[in-house]
């Protein structure tokens, strides 16, 4: 149980890593998108991603659906 929970945390990790990345590169992917690869839950990755930007302090936009739209085209 607990070596499922430290391959959790690094996929949790992992995963804010690539959202945060793509929202920074104009590429932003969902929170579903980024679970259903790196695995966990959305809770514990945007629990991840809030703590990574807090430590960076850094202000991101909001991710809007016209940023996905770019996405389908």
Do not use: H
């Amino acid at each position: 149980e607990g070596a499922e929970l430290a391959v959790s945390m690094y996929a949790c990790q992992a995963g804010s890593c690539v959202y945060i990345a793509g929202k920074e590169e104009g590429v932003p992917r969902s929170f579903n998108e980024i679970v259903a690869v790196a695995g966990g839950s959305k809770k514990a990755l945007g629990q991840c991603v809030n703590l990574i930007m807090r430590s960076f302090e850094s202000n991101f936009q909001l991710v809007t659906s016209e940023d996905f739209m770019s996405l389908l085209w």
